[in-house]
């Protein structure tokens, strides 16, 4: 089985693709997978980075990059150039070098996991391609989001090794970490990328309406940082969702930060967001894939 994990940038999916990968005894796609099956370039940038002697962090954060460590599969799409374009964006025709790599995940661990948080609200692309894959779709308030973006473009202009290795030093991501080094700069990125979240949530909403309600859970990152059991209940139809819920609790370890003011725009959002999973959940209970919620 192929099970995506999918969200949105900084809404959690790393600490989410670790759990579930754990508690349904499968493994991620990592690094280790680029190096395998990236192009010698890019393999070759990425091995000195996990052989180097001191040790290299994903700049976005602390984690560091070795060949177990988790990664979005986008990036060996953009390697490959699969939709003919520099996208990281699941195309059709990455169906068989995305499945190669998925069979090669499953010959080791049972199950692959993957995710790839440009694919959110590409969900039923990816069931189509995929007969056997199961979607668990998070979502996180947009001020978490905006707050965890900040932070990681702030680090990850400070410390780009890895960044540059992944892009092959893009004269774009070169100009994109100078600006985020000044003030005027890091407000502009930081404008822009919530801007483009927000148009990204909205098709997001229509899209995800449509899912198959057997093949896709309705998570939230909230609920899971603070009842990691009651939050991973709602994914029952797909794994063990006592496992998921202690593996999530092993696995997210990091520290609460202050979150940006909410908007009226985004308040408006996160409501639509909210009600679009309160109403899956409640079709996914009245349709018998997820028990009848108990009364105490």
């Known amino acids: 089985m192929i099970v995506f994990v999918s969200g949105f940038n900084r809404s959690g999916t790393t600490v989410l693709l670790e759990a579930v990968a754990a508690a349904s005894g499968g493994a991620p796609f990592t690094v280790g997978d680029l190096v ?15 052989e180097a002697p001191e040790p290299v962090d994903r700049g976005v954060d602390a984690r560091p990059v070795r060949a177990d460590t988790p990664e979005e599969y986008g990036w060996l799409l953009v390697d490959q150039k699969v939709s003919g374009l520099l996208s990281s964006r699941f195309h059709p025709r990455g169906a068989g070098l995305l499945g190669r790599v998925a069979e090669e995940i499953k010959r080791r661990a049972g199950v692959a996991v993957l995710k790839n948080p440009s694919d959110t609200g590409r969900e039923a692309l990816l069931l189509r391609c995929f007969p056997d894959a199961r979607i668990i779709l998070t979502r996180r308030p947009l001020a978490g989001i905006y707050g965890s973006a900040d932070r990681a473009l702030a680090r990850g202009a400070r410390s780009t090794a890895y960044g540059m290795a992944l892009t092959g030093h893009s004269r774009v991501v070169r ?4 600006a985020q080094l000044t003030r005027p700069g890091a407000a502009l990125l930081s404008l822009v990328g919530r801007w483009n979240l927000r148009l990204r949530v909205l098709g997001m909403l229509r899209a995800t309406a449509r899912l198959p309600l057997d093949r896709v859970a309705f998570l939230d990152y909230e609920e899971l940082v603070h009842d990691p059991a009651e939050g991973s209940r709602w994914a029952a139809h797909i794994l063990d969702p006592e496992r998921l819920a202690k593996e999530f609790a092993r696995s997210h370890s990091f520290p609460g930060n202050p979150n940006p003011p909410s908007s009226r725009i985004d308040r408006h959002l996160d409501a639509r967001w909210s009600r679009l999973w309160q109403a899956a959940r409640a079709r996914q209970r009245t349709a018998g894939i997820l028990a009848p919620a108990t009364t105490p």
């Open 36 to 50: 395998r099956h990236g192009s010698p370039g890019l393999a070759t940038r990425l091995n000195a980075l996990v």
């Open 175 to 178: 100009l994109a970490i100078r």
